[in-house]
């Protein structure tokens, strides 16, 4: 089966410092990731559309020179974190869209969890 | 705008009680998943829903897409405490972008 990695799995950073998070598709080419952010027991917000090759797509209300997204290649897509204060700690989740069958289905990451002092 | 109503946001029931889990919309979607996660963990795909009036069974989980498929519910049977965790609708997004739209998810807890 597709699997989608993330790395790391958690990172507690200090603030105004960057962070950088990856998700790799281990198993297959993805031209399109997604990057969610989670808060507890809430749903997942979606921040933006990476496409390989290409800018990012960003959601209403997402910095884009805060979160900073990179796809320079099929099977990785990075997001940094830039000058993170302590709001930006959250659950950071990508996910990739499937090689082939259904347009909407995604493969998730395992999440990484930020925390910023 | 497309948005998923998600209801209820919490549960807390005993093992063995039954449940069910409600994704409404003004909209219509293509298709609409199920998705179940576990603290620290990413999503796991339960279930895609692809016709109207379509129903699923994956053992004691029973999945519906509305006639108009604009709604969907998710029920447990016999719930156990394995089945504890947040339980996520989500609906195709706008067409050729791939993105989902989700709902504001359950977060179920079974009691022994």
């Known amino acids: 089966g597709a699997v989608v990695s993330q790395h790391p799995s958690w990172v507690i950073c200090k603030s105004g410092t960057s962070v950088k998070i990856e998700c790799r598709s281990l198993d297959f080419q993805a031209t399109t990731m997604f990057w969610y952010r989670q808060f507890p027991k809430q749903s997942l917000m979606l921040m933006a559309t990476s496409n390989e090759g290409s800018k990012a797509t960003y959601e209403q209300g997402v910095e884009k020179d805060k979160f900073l997204i990179n796809h320079a290649s099929l099977t990785l897509s990075t997001l940094t974190v830039t000058s993170a204060h302590p709001e930006d700690s959250s659950f950071y989740i990508c996910?990739?869209?499937?090689?082939?069958?259904?347009?909407?289905?995604?493969?998730f990451g395992p999440g990484t969890r930020l925390l910023v002092l | 705008t497309q948005l998923l109503e998600q209801s209820p946001q919490f549960l807390s029931i005993q093992e063995g009680e039954n449940l069910t889990v409600y994704c409404n919309s003004s909209?219509?979607?293509?298709?609409l998943q199920w998705y179940r996660q576990e603290p620290g963990e990413g999503p796991v795909l339960l279930v895609t829903v692809v016709t109207g009036g379509e129903v699923k069974k994956l053992k004691r989980l029973t999945f519906q897409f509305g006639d108009a498929r604009k709604d969907s519910s998710l029920h447990i049977t016999a719930a156990q405490t394995g089945d504890t965790g947040l339980y996520l609708c989500?609906?195709?997004?706008?067409?050729?972008?791939?993105?989902?739209?989700f709902g504001q998810g359950t977060t179920l807890q079974v009691k022994p």
């Open positions: 909209s219509v979607f293509s298709s």
């Open positions: 989500a609906g195709a997004g706008p067409s050729n972008t791939g993105k989902l739209i």
């Open positions: 996910s990739a869209r499937a090689p082939s069958g259904r347009m909407e289905t995604q493969y």
